[in-house]
């Protein structure tokens, strides 16, 4: 059983950065596709990024092009999610994801994804 486990997480100012580390478990983690989600208070959880095993593809969603970067270590079974220029509204528990599958379907909704961390609280005060 994969397990991924989040950190980084915390309390920042509006404007600040923030990075997000996910370690997963096993040998095969350079076969997946990994995921950033969150979720907010009230709110359904949403895909944030995505990244393919080569790292060579990325996805983001509208609401974090230019502010958000998600990398990947694959020698150290890390994905990351670097967060710039924080606002209010990026508030959530902020989830990782590997990938269902071990090839690529371009697609990051959240069926794609079959593991996932426990949540890391990211906070942001205005």
């Known amino acids: 059983q994969v397990q991924l486990v989040e950190s980084g997480g915390g309390l920042v100012q509006a404007g600040g950065s923030l990075r997000l580390s996910c370690a997963v478990s096993?040998?095969?983690?350079?076969?997946?596709?990994m995921g950033w989600f969150r979720q907010a208070a009230g709110k359904e959880r949403e895909v944030v990024a995505g990244?393919?095993?080569?790292?060579?593809?990325?996805y983001y969603a509208d609401s974090v092009k230019g502010r958000f970067t998600m990398s990947r270590d694959n020698a150290k079974n890390t994905a990351y999610l670097q967060m710039n220029s924080l606002k209010a509204e990026d508030t959530a528990v902020y989830y990782c994801?590997?990938?269902?599958?071990?090839?690529?379907?371009?697609?990051?909704?959240?069926?794609?994804?079959?593991?996932w961390g426990q949540g890391t609280q990211v906070t942001v005060s205005s």
């Open positions: 096993g040998r095969t983690f350079s076969m997946y596709v």
């Open positions: 990244i393919k095993w080569t790292g060579d593809r990325t």
């Open positions: 994801a590997r990938g269902r599958y071990t090839y690529y379907t371009g697609s990051y909704s959240e069926a794609d994804f079959g593991s």
